[in-house]
């Protein structure tokens, strides 16, 4: 949607999407939150010696980052509609690059920590303005394909983040590799520049003639009117229904699943295995660059198996695949309990334990990892979604912070293998929620998921199948 894109001739389309351009440059907010995330997980075996820091101080440095999310979050919302969706986006890219450089120049502990408060300002802020600005560029038949770009991007930035360092384990140069985190910052902000508005926030702001003529580039004349007056009764929908109405009894069952699913997607102990597995695997005899190149392979696990879940789901249904992702993600747990129980971690088992990990984070990635987003953007109609929505959002954000500073000293009180069977025991209780509450939402209209919802019921798959809407705030 560069500004140097003219309207196509009147009935045509482009072949190809002007809105694919903006959404892979919007989507760098996906790929530095991943990397900002996942980068931790090596770094940390360099840092705790620098700045001598135990597993509480570890906890903290890896927890400031998601407590600048939850208040990035919190504020994204607000944010895109005082100032609009691209200059949300290029104000986070900005600060993306600040906390970077700060955190790979910092003398302290505290620097550090601070730098991290950024950064997670910087992700929850993109957790919402990246899939809003593409949801609300994208025309309806791409939609869910291109917001869907966000997710891989986020794995992928984890997946970067481990070969980076891995690369850089040798030399334990722990700032390289948190700096290396403003070079897609800087050409997110140099993209962004470019790029048009969103046609919706216009609108909300009356300029309606600067929504049409950014319409005119991937519509017909026709089409715009079409997509305008859509637009319109949307917004008019939406400022219908206030929290306390979402609240209600109408839309309280897709809320109790929202929310159900995003703490399963936590309680199964993900966030454990992203930011703390080279810290687990070195404590079980690893060295730091064996540790490292391990969570590679579950890294490559993490992308591979979530492209293949976006692949399936349209395919085997949502149900059937979350289900079975979830038994596989309690087996694997059970496995790393059990070998961490059951030996010493020498030879084959340390093979067997970096499988078992892989096992769980392919299960993972291709059932939890994607039913948080897809369960919300289904399961509400479109003017009480980003309301509804939001519950489950918040879930999943403080379960994480939770989460993440718990880990080692969990581990201190009950021992890891009692961590990964205290996982195992969330993961199938979980399981038995979802086998009772979450329907199918494949091929099916509004009206039948919220009959299952209201009934707690899982009917058969009925109508056509369409492409998944993954519209998500992640």
Known sequence: MARSTHPHPTGTRPARSPAVGPTLVAALGGL?????TGIISAALLYISPQFDLGDQAQQIVVASLLVGAIV?????????????RKRTLITTAAVFIVGAAVSAVSISAIELVGARVLLGLAIGCSSVAVPAYIAEIAPARLRGRLVSVNQLMISTGILSSYFVGYLLSDSGAWRWMLAIATVPAIGMLIGLVRLGESPRWLLTRGRTDEARRLLARQHTPAEVERELAEIAESMAEEQRFSYRD????RFRPGIVLGVGVAAINQLVGVNAVTYYTPTLLTRAGFGDSAAILSSVGIGVANVSFTFLGYLLVDRVGRRPL?????GVTVAALVAIGTLYAATDLTGVSRILLVLALMAYEAAFS???????????????????RGKAGSFGLATHWVLNLLISVTVLTTIQAITP???F??????GALGFVFLARRMPETRGKRLEEIEADLQRGTASPVSGPQPEADMTRTP
């Open 366 to 384: 291709a059932s939890l990892g994607i039913a948080m987003w897809l369960v919300n953007s289904e399961v509400f109609p479109t003017a009480v």
């Open 322 to 326: 979350l289900l079975t992702g979830t």
């Open 417 to 419: 293998s009692g961590l």
């Open 32 to 36: 530095l939150f991943g990397y900002d």
């Open 246 to 249: 979402v609240l209600g009894k």
């Open 421 to 426: 069977f205290a996982y195992a025991v969330l």
């Open 72 to 84: 990035g979050v919190t504020a994204g919302g607000s944010l895109m509609d005082r100032i609009g």
